[in-house]
């Protein structure tokens, strides 16, 4: 079981990665169907658990592939070493579709999804590598805590008081003031994946990587199946709880969305668990698989293609338009209703790229980063 490969947690990867290409690429923002939105700003909505499941996922993976390194001693920082260059690399590639393809570097977007993941996953490492678990537990949850008082209780300079009001609360001040210019450019003065609530997300990891101890632990399969529902219900109604002093937001990566969404991530991985390791079941949960056994690479792929298809300009009936809404018009705007087309539009690109990754899969080709 240790050195075994777990199924679920590929399958698991594969579902978060195929819900983040479904998300991110609607036919038209303009007609989405509102489980496949962010919350406006506090509260959660489907959408709004596919990041921290993928950061839980890392965790979990943490412990699986860094455990035989944490316990040789003469090697950790070599190792180390290893964990730098690998979010450095992932940092660059978020960079990299950051500016894609106009590659203008006085005004790149320097925070992103990639970039987050990159700083998760090196101090989630880094702490792994050095800490046991207890000492972690305790380090994740003082996360949450300082993050809470920080957000809750400083004043905002310029503002005068706390608060979590969009562009106005601590986390907004800082990624302002420090990367002013290099923001999202929808919000221009903060951003989603910004400089603050990169913290907190760390503990979303901690979260992943106390998982996956425990699944390497000696303990039966079924035991293992039903603490993994029971924290995962504990941290729900934590979370729940929480949502009244601090409120649940994606956007701030608030401590209750922390052990939120850490709940949710705890019972969708049992379930996957169960299902497919215990079980048995193998064969359904295939595609996903596939999925999300080059989840960095169709992410990082599929985002260079939607850009493209923005980017390129083609003549329509005497109009210049982009390659993007051409393909979207004549293909389903042209029999669907627009929402419905919208939808369709996202389903499809995660089909392609299903079958390119099959491709990949078939010849045992799988990206590392």
Known sequence: MKSERLMSLDVFRGITIAAMILVNNPGTWDYVY???????????????????????????????????????????????????????????????????????????????????IAVVYLFSSVLFLK??????????SAILLIYWVLMTLVPVPGVGYANLE?????????DNTLLNGHLWRISKVWDPEGILPTLPAISSTIIGISAGRWLKSEND???????????????????????????????????????????????????????????????????????GMNAIAVYFLSGIMTLTFFYTNVNSNGKTVSLHDYLFSNLFLSWLEPINASLMWGISFILVWLGLMWILYYKKIFIKV
């Not at 290893?82 to 320097?110: E, H, Q, V």
């Not at 969009?166 to 800082?174: D, E, G, R, S, V």
């Not at 729900?236 to 709940?263: A, E």
């Open 166 to 174: 969009p562009a106005k609360n601590l986390a907004a001040w800082l």
């Open 131 to 140: 800490m046991d678990n207890k000492n972690l537990i305790y380090i994740g």
């Open 221 to 291: 399969q079924a035991k293992k199946t039903v603490w993994l529902f029971v924290w995962g219900n504990v941290l729900l109604l934590i979370g729940y709880v929480w949502d009244g002093w601090f409120p649940i937001n994606k956007n701030l990566w608030t401590s209750s969305y922390v052990i939120f969404t850490g709940g949710y991530s705890l019972v969708f991985f049992a379930m996957c668990y169960w299902i497919i390791d215990v079980q048995g079941y193998k064969k359904w949960p295939k595609p996903f698989q596939v999925y």
């Open 34 to 116: 509102p489980p496949l939105r962010h919350a406006d700003w506090n509260g959660c909505t489907p959408t709004d658990l596919i990041f921290p499941f993928f950061l839980f996922i890392v965790g979990v993976a943490i412990t699986f592939s860094l455990s035989k390194k944490k316990a040789d001693k003469q090697t950790i920082n070599k190792t180390i070493v290893s964990i730098i260059k690998r979010s450095a690399t992932l940092f660059l590639l978020g960079l990299f579709l950051n500016t894609f393809p106009i590659f203008d570097f006085s005004t790149i977007r320097i925070p992103g999804v990639l970039q987050r």
